[in-house]
């Protein structure tokens, strides 16, 4: 289960922005997965809530924006959904296209944190 390590990092990444800022508890952490990222949301909060425990996100909530996988076809400039497993097929033109244009992302997007703490 690789989300464990991913929840680590970004327990590790939320506890940095905490020390930046005098030890504030962290409330939450945003972060974007991709649907071809291949990483479970469900997973990865279940392995979040295990590796924040004693840590300065220790009552922090893990918010998961879900990223589509979209294509953008070349030859008639369509965007379209790709699917999982991926279909890189223009539903528009009926060509081949390897523009993938999102669905890929891991990454954070924000820490907040507890006022008044720190």
Known sequence: MHELSIA???VEQAEA???RHGDAAVATVRVRVGELAGV???ALRFSFDVA???TAAATALLVV???PALARCAPCGVTFAVGSPPLLWCPHCDAATSGVVSGRELEITAVELHE???
């Open 65 to 67: 924006e879900d990223v």
């Open 52 to 54: 924040r425990a004693g």
């Open 116 to 118: 008044g703490t720190g």
């Open 40 to 42: 479970v949301a469900d």
């Open 17 to 19: 922005v905490s020390r």
């Open 8 to 10: 680590t990092a970004l």
